[in-house]
Structures are given as C-alpha cells and as structure tokens.
C-alpha cells in the first residue's frame, strides 16, 4: 500500500526534527548530574580526605579519596551517568571494607565539581584523578585498580589504554554510545551519536588483567555488550555474572560479587 506524498513528507520532516534534536542535544540524554551532596563518607562511618583536583583546561573536580590501613593498593572509582559521588556510598563501604584506598571523584559538572559534562571531559577528569594518585599520593601504577561502572566503565576503559594499571574492572559497561543508541532507537542512523566512548575498540589493546561484570537482567545495558567486551579482551580476565537490575546488581549479588572481586584482584592483580 502506497504512503500518500503528503504523509511521506510529514513523516520525512518529523524524523528530521527528531534527528536534529538527538544531534543538538545529545549531552541531556546521556549525563544527568545532580548537583547536591546527599551524604558524605562520614555519614557512614568512613575517615576520608575532602579534596579538589585541577584539570589543565580549567575545570575544578570534587573528590573523596579513603585511606585504608596497611592497603593492598588503590582502587580508583568512575561511577557512572546520574546522580554524583554521594551515591556510591555502598561502593565505596565495600571496596574500602576489601583494604583498598579508594579515590571517586565528581565528572565536570557533578556534584561540587565545575564545568559542564561531556565525552573529552571525562577523559581529561579521570587522567587527572590518576595524575593525582601518582603525584600527590606517591602510589605506583602496579598498585592502581581502574574500575567504572555503566558509563564509568567507558572512561575507566579510556584510561587503561594510555597507562599501566594493575587491574581494570568493567561492571555493566556498553561497547559503545552507538552501539547502545541502535539497541535503544533502532529507526535512528548510528552518525547521529557524537558521543562515543568506543570501549569495544580499546579492548584488544589493554595488557592488563580485565574483570567484566554484568548480569542478564540489566534493563539498560544488553547482557550480550558484557560477553562481547570479554570476548574482546586479553587473557588474563574473567567474567563475573552479576544479579539484579542495572544500578544494583552489585549488591543484588551480594556475596558472590565481594568474592569474585577479591579474588580477581588477588589472583590476576597481585593485590
């Protein structure tokens, strides 16, 4: 059955605005930062040093970083594309209860932090958390875990690249903007995402250990992103199968997840 002309063009026009807002206004449908601190390490028991870390294009980035006694090493947290720091609390309790130092610090524009959010500001913000680690903190690479969660895990990635961590672990991480833009608004061209964070690619180049954590009930991100991220990646590393929904799936897995995490670290880190 044939379209009337007139609807083809209506039709035609609606994909347009549709294509020109998705191109225009890309940064709101994937970063939702929240400005106020819910709460802090303090709240829940956690000694911690409040810190601010400079980037070279001016930005001015909100941090925690937690001290463990006689730590294993330092893990060095991305979380992922809401909310701000004061929302990984449970992550923070947990890697802290596991020995490790842990600094989590706010993208541009999250929390404390100024600036607007954007792809190459991530990247600038996590180099500069690391510079910090290794500058300010006197830590060895061979000592620093890179771990990032959802959008987290594409900067995290980004990173592991261009430096040598001990470790790095992916939880719930997509292979890319694109990738999941198609999964989501299939009637969309794949050159309409701007953003990136092509994780996919960057795999096959990582040399250091790479645990991959993702559960088959994530809404958001597709299980089958987690395999093929694995699959991507070189030995050594391995796949932990998580519970749960997409932000909660670490602690839907609970026990499982804390032994998994330890022992990778342990066994394939050396921490």
């Not at 294509?19 to 930062?33: H, I």
């Not at 996590?126 to 969660?149: K, N, Q």
């Not at 001990?166 to 997509?174: R, T």
């Not at 998994?260 to 880190?269: C, K, M, N, Q, T």
Request: net charge negative; hydrophobic share 40%.
């Amino acid at each position: 059955m044939r379209v009337p002309m007139q609807y083809a063009i209506y039709l035609g026009i609606i994909l347009a605005c549709i294509a020109g807002w998705v191109w225009l206004f890309q940064e709101r449908m994937v970063y939702f930062p929240s400005r106020e601190l819910a709460l802090g390490p303090g709240d829940v028991g956690l000694r911690h040093d409040d810190l601010f870390l400079d980037t070279p294009d001016g930005c001015r980035l909100h941090g925690w970083y937690l001290p463990a006694s006689e730590a294993r090493g330092t893990v060095l947290f991305c979380h992922g594309n809401a909310g701000n720091i004061s929302h990984r609390l449970e992550t923070l309790t947990l890697l802290h209860g596991l020995g490790f130092n842990v600094l989590i610090f706010d993208y541009r524009g999250y929390g404390r932090s100024t600036g607007s959010p954007s792809e190459q500001g991530s990247y600038a913000d996590v180099l500069a958390a690391w510079t910090h680690l290794l500058s300010e903190r006197g830590e060895s690479p061979s000592r620093i875990v890179l771990m990032g969660r959802s959008l987290g895990a594409g900067v995290a990635v980004w990173l592991a690249r261009r430096v040598n961590p001990a470790a790095l672990v992916i939880e719930s991480g997509f292979t890319s903007v694109p990738d999941l833009g198609k999964r989501i608004y299939p009637f969309l061209p794949r050159f309409l995402a701007r953003l990136r964070y092509d994780s996919l690619s960057c795999m096959a180049e990582l040399s250091c250990p790479v645990l991959v954590a993702h559960s088959p009930d994530d809404e958001i991100v597709p299980y089958d992103m987690g395999l093929i991220l694995f699959g991507a990646a070189r030995e050594p590393k391995r796949f932990l199968m998580m519970r749960g929904d997409h932000n909660d799936g670490f602690m839907a897995t609970g026990t499982a997840y804390v032994k998994g995490l330890d022992s990778f670290l342990r066994d394939e880190a050396g921490l």
